[in-house]
């Protein structure tokens, strides 16, 4: 287990500020967005101290933060209900911003957790055994979680994989198998380099944009084939080198244009452009919503 080039494993910690639990990481986390506390560790933790009448993830007394790699990001603590006689268990909850990026840390474990769901005729661990585990610390004083990866699966193809996790089709394929299209979706992309246009897979039926940062030059645009698109040219803007995209739902297919032009007025009315639009020129604004969602 301890082949450097099967496991990335670090030193063992010789500094640990707090009581640690070392969780073995499986499916609950990227399927649930959280994790059964044991009643062992949440005695050890003295959650019942700290956490009160924390039935619902939408009461005020169940948020705590978690830290994960010296970044901040919001959490909550619920107290499950169980038959009378059976110790109730916690549950850590985790923000979908921190779950995707144990998605990226622990990528062979998100893999095989949707090839669990994909294939329940066959116990997936046994089929493929590596184990990866994330420690979990609890600080007392402040309420909080500290999370830090310990033992990590390197990726079969890491290239393949590291392209992959974040792409429509993985996210299409995880909906699937964990449930999760009941409604159609839109899959959002974050602005990427020209260069990985050819690393990105399932990018049909889009809505995207180009950015040309040397001039400054934005633009809106709706395709069938994204990768087939952008390899044309573009007279409007040559020398775009960045682009992102989000991916709509078939649902949508038929409204694509009109999405397109919808998104291009919008851009106009706040953006200089070349129909003499009225704007407001937003150079120094800021987006003031907090609900926005990551993917």
């Known amino acids: 287990m301890n082949n450097r080039n099967t496991y990335i494993r670090k030193i063992e910690r010789s500094k640990v500020d707090f009581l640690l639990w070392r969780k073995k990481v499986d499916k609950s986390i990227f399927k649930e967005q959280s994790t059964p506390i044991p009643a062992w560790v949440s005695d050890m933790w003295n959650l019942d101290r700290y956490f009160i009448n924390v039935d619902s993830i939408k009461k005020e007394e169940s948020k705590t933060k978690i830290y994960f790699e010296k970044k901040p990001y919001n959490g909550n ?98 909906d699937k198998a964990f449930n999760k299209n009941s409604k159609p979706r839109i899959y959002k992309q974050d602005w990427l380099p020209k260069t990985e246009l050819d690393s990105h897979i399932g990018a049909t039926n889009v809505i995207y944009m180009l950015a040309d940062t040397n001039n400054e030059i934005l633009y809106i645009g709706e395709t069938l084939d994204l990768k087939k698109r952008l390899t044309s040219d573009y007279p409007s803007i040559p020398n775009w080198d960045f682009f992102r995209y989000d991916v709509l739902p078939d649902e949508l297919k038929d409204y694509r244009v009109t999405i397109e032009r919808m998104l291009i007025h919008q851009f106009a009315s706040i953006m200089k452009n070349k129909k003499q639009i009225s704007n407001l020129d937003i150079d120094k604004y800021e987006l003031a919503n907090e609900k926005i969602d990551k993917k």
């Open 77 to 174: 603590i619920s107290l499950h209900k169980v038959p009378a006689g059976v110790k109730p268990i916690y549950r850590l909850h985790f923000e979908e911003t921190l779950v995707n990026e144990l998605k990226d840390v622990f990528l062979m474990s998100h893999m095989r957790g949707i090839e669990q769901e994909l294939n329940k005729e066959v116990k997936v661990e046994n089929e493929i055994p590596f184990w990866e585990f994330l420690d979990i610390e609890f600080n007392e004083a402040k309420k909080s979680f500290l999370l830090t990866a310990y033992y990590r699966q390197k990726p079969t193809f890491p290239e393949l994989f590291s392209n992959l996790v974040n792409s429509p089709a993985l996210s299409k394929v995880e």
